[in-house]
């Protein structure tokens, strides 16, 4: 969660930085979760509790416009040496097939978690209606405690890691 905050921190303050991975979107698309400028991306809070899957999946789908985004940032010069550290340190956190496993683990329990908590925000939700929610939550989520569901979890984490060439190749079966 701390790398994908950061990720998300070094493009969403820097004006500059969101403009580049705009231009460097081929086909640009506002996943616009919180009003914010840059297209896909969402500012991963930590207060706010319903909008973490959208964070990790707004990293997933632009994955490639990041590493591109933190090469050319990079490539331009200029910055100061902490930022630079710390987008160096994200570029070598993004390559690795770990935090990569970790982004899709993420969506797949925040997904639950953030339906959850919208409903239990609604004006319109009863104690015993939420309580039921939750419990429905819960058991969804003990369902995927299993061997088969994290066979299917880990079979498509590589599909989808096959698809991005930037990510380490150490881990395959």
Request: proline share 1%; net charge positive.
């Amino acid at each position: 969660m701390s790398t994908s905050k950061e990720i998300l921190t070094l493009i969403k303050f820097s004006p500059k930085r969101e403009k580049i991975l705009g231009g460097v979107k081929s086909n640009v698309e506002c996943d616009d979760v919180d009003n914010n400028a840059s297209p896909g991306l969402a500012k991963f809070s930590e207060t706010r509790w319903t909008v973490r899957a959208g964070c990790f999946n707004g990293i997933f789908l632009n994955y490639k416009e990041l590493q591109e985004t933190w090469a050319e940032v990079l490539a331009e010069g200029g910055l100061q040496s902490e930022v630079r550290a710390r987008i160096i340190g994200m570029q070598a956190q993004m390559i690795t097939f770990e935090y990569f496993f970790a982004n899709r683990l993420g969506y797949l329990l925040f997904s639950h978690t953030d339906n959850l908590s919208r409903a239990l925000q609604s004006t319109r939700i009863c104690a015993t209606e939420g309580h039921r929610l939750a419990k429905q939550t819960v058991t969804v989520l003990k369902k995927i405690r299993n061997n088969s569901s994290f066979d299917d979890f880990w079979q498509t984490v590589l599909r989808k890691k096959n698809s991005i060439t930037d990510i380490g190749n150490k881990h395959n079966n």
